[in-house]
């Protein structure tokens, strides 16, 4: 019975996990608190190695500060050119937007969400179908009943 008054807990918490993707900005300058994604030109790779690590493809963060000069953010992620990711914690780096190629917004995926939250939801009752005593597998259901043979 515990398993099955957790499960309504459970199903609300992964959903909010979700799936995001990262689309175009509608604005020219994100606005503070946004997270977002900067795809780094070559140059702008070169540049900012002694900071974000060398070959450096695009850096993911929050935005703290931007204006049509920079853009100042809190890294999350950083990925180098071969898709390899590293894992930041909010180190502070300011990026000279003559380096970015392509500035990108982290928006949740609905689509995407709504089928993660579908699976997680089909699993949990199936789980709970078979070991919450759902019943599936309870009452018998062999081939015998009054025992002759």
Same mark, same amino acid.
């Given at each position: 019975?515990?398993?099955?008054?957790? %499960?309504?807990?459970?199903?609300?918490?992964?959903?909010?996990?979700?799936?995001? +993707?990262?689309?175009?900005?509608? *604005?020219?300058?994100?606005?503070?608190?946004?997270?977002?994604?900067?795809?780094? +030109?070559?140059?702008?790779?070169?540049?900012? *190695?002694?900071?974000?690590?060398?070959?450096?493809?695009?850096? #993911?963060?929050?935005? /703290?500060?931007?204006?049509?000069?920079?853009?100042?953010? *809190?890294?999350?992620?950083?990925?180098?050119?071969?898709?390899?990711?590293?894992?930041?914690?909010?180190? %502070?780096?300011?990026?000279?937007?003559?380096?970015?190629? *392509?500035? /990108?917004?982290?928006?949740?995926?609905?689509?995407?969400? !709504?089928?993660l939250g579908g #699976?997680? #939801?089909?699993?949990?009752?199936?789980?709970?179908?078979?070991?919450?005593?759902? &019943?599936?597998?309870?009452? !018998?259901?062999?081939? &015998?009943?009054?025992?002759?043979?």
């Amino acid at each position: 019975m515990a398993a099955r008054s957790r %499960t309504p807990l459970v199903v609300p918490l992964l959903v909010l996990a979700g799936c995001y +993707t990262y689309r175009p900005l509608p *604005a020219a300058v994100p606005a503070a608190g946004l997270r977002v994604q900067a795809t780094l +030109t070559d140059a702008g790779s070169d540049s900012l *190695a002694g900071r974000l690590g060398r070959d450096v493809g695009a850096v #993911a963060g929050d935005v /703290e500060h931007a204006d049509s000069a920079d853009l100042t953010l *809190a890294v999350r992620e950083v990925e180098n050119q071969r898709g390899e990711r590293s894992d930041w914690s909010g180190e %502070t780096v300011v990026i000279p937007l003559r380096f970015v190629r *392509a500035l /990108e917004q982290r928006r949740l995926s609905p689509g995407g969400t !709504g089928l993660l939250g579908g #699976a997680v #939801a089909a699993g949990l009752v199936a789980i709970t179908q078979v070991f919450g005593g759902g &019943g599936v597998l309870e009452g !018998g259901g062999g081939t &015998g009943g009054s025992g002759a043979r």
